[in-house]
């Protein structure tokens, strides 16, 4: 079946230095690209998305990246913060099929130090 | 307010008993899921449904049962809960069309005694 992996599943980080979390998708129909974070005892919620006719985007500290061809999208955050610390889940989906689900991967969980 | 509502937070039972975690959204979804999962770890999809009428088992092997009558509704049924079953279920719900940001509930915290 579909898949997506996630790396790494822990990230610790000085505050200050960036962060790095990567994904592959398997489904070479994939779309849609969404990312949320779990903060400890919240539900998740979506902080950036991409589409794939769009190789990069930025929200402030926080940016995505996609490579279709490779099958992998990144989110990068920058200048972390003690209160980016927090569980990360990548997913990938096919928008506008009405039957296809969202894939989450597996989840990091990344500690920005003080 | 347009949201997704999962009741109740937090139940405690005793092993042998049946139980229904109630899922509600008020955004029109068409798909709706369910997840579940241990404290900041990996989301286990454990029931998908994308419309009224469909079900799919997840991933991850569940002895729960789900319904789909109505659009805004899909309900968890355990039948004999066990404390295997003590976790976090989630539940989340997208669109089929024009953007699919997914949206989950709080979340029901099981302890199965």
Known sequence: ?114 | EADIYQTPRYLVIGTGKKITLECSQTMGHDKMYWYQQDPGMELHLIHYSYGVNSTEKGDLSSESTVSRIRTEHFPLTLESARPSHTSQYLCASNPSWGGTEAFFGQGTRLTVV
């Open chain 1, 1 to 114: 079946g579909e898949n997506v992996e996630q790396h790494p599943s822990t990230l610790s980080v000085q505050e200050g230095d960036s962060a790095v979390i990567k994904c592959t998708y398997s489904d070479s129909a994939s779309n849609y690209f969404p990312w949320y974070k779990q903060e400890l005892g919240k539900r998740p919620q979506l902080i950036i998305d991409i589409r794939s006719n769009v190789g990069e985007k930025k929200d402030q500290r926080i940016a995505v990246t996609l490579n279709k061809t490779a099958k992998h999208f990144s989110l990068h955050i920058t200048e972390t913060q003690p209160e980016d610390s927090a569980v990360y889940f990548c997913a990938a989906s096919r928008d506008m099929d009405s039957s296809y689900k969202l894939i989450f991967g597996s989840g990091t969980r990344l500690l920005v130090r003080p």
